[in-house]
């Protein structure tokens, strides 16, 4: 089966920097995915690694280790609105995404 | 902002109850999805279509029946479902084909209590 794991929690000062981590076994390997995920709304796309290596986005980035199966979303420049679920997920094949629990980022001032 | 909406937002139902909730997508995809998302849980991929086809079926309980009548619409038709089924059901859509990233975009979700 799918395994991807990353932590449930995390607490950080707004202005501050955190990182998720998330690593994954998976029968296949064909991209990863960040969503960010506020209470009751929609899941929404952040960003997308398929090769070795950081991709930047503003003050996020992402960052990916195929051969390590580990990936990590940064944060930067924290603010409030930042709080909110993050979920890495890995699309094994043709159009199944296997997505981890989730974690809950609280931002506070 | 998304381009993928789904109705109703929130559903009571009872077990001996028929209903169907709604997804539809204004981004010219041509591949849908309904996940089930519990808490605390990783999202659940219930069923996929491409081009109007069912092309995966994981495993999901008979009570829950998808269907695709074009690509910009999709169902889930519920019935005598049982109080575990209770979560948020997401409907997500995505542009399938090679050389495409393939990122799929999420609607809303609908809300579903079983009494």
């Known amino acids: 089966g799918q395994n991807i794991d990353q932590p449930t929690e995390m607490t950080a000062t707004e202005g501050a920097i955190v990182q998720i981590n998330c690593t994954y076994q998976?029968?296949?390997?064909?991209?990863l995915f960040w969503y960010q995920q506020h209470a009751g709304e929609a899941p929404t796309f952040l960003s997308y690694?398929?090769?070795?290596g950081l991709e930047e986005k503003g003050r996020f980035s992402s960052f990916l280790s195929r051969s390590k199966g580990y990936s990590y979303l940064l944060l930067k420049e924290l603010q409030m609105k930042d709080s909110a679920s993050y979920l890495c997920?890995?699309?094994?094949?043709?159009?199944?995404?296997?997505f981890g629990a989730g974690t809950t980022v609280t931002v506070r001032a | 902002e998304t381009g993928v909406t789904q109705t109703p937002r929130h559903l009571v139902m009872g077990m001996t109850n028929k209903k169907s909730l709604k997804c539809e997508q204004h981004?010219?995809?041509?591949?849908m999805y309904w996940y089930k998302q519990s808490a605390k849980k990783p999202l659940e991929l219930m069923f996929v279509?491409?081009?109007?086809?069912?092309?995966e079926n994981n495993s999901v309980p008979s009570r829950f029946s998808p269907e695709c009548p074009n690509s910009s619409h999709l169902f889930l038709h519920l019935h005598t479902l049982q109080p575990e089924d209770s979560a948020l059901y997401l409907c997500?859509?995505?542009?399938?084909?090679?050389?495409?990233?393939?990122?799929?975009?999420f609607g809303p979700g609908t809300r579903l209590l079983v009494l």
């Open positions: 981004l010219g995809h041509n591949a």
């Open positions: 997920a890995v699309r094994d094949g043709d159009y199944k995404l296997s």
């Open positions: 279509y491409s081009l109007e086809e069912r092309v």
């Open positions: 997500a859509s995505s542009q399938s084909g090679a050389g495409t990233q393939e990122t799929q975009y």
């Open positions: 690694n398929v090769l070795d």
């Open positions: 998976t029968s296949g390997f064909n991209g």
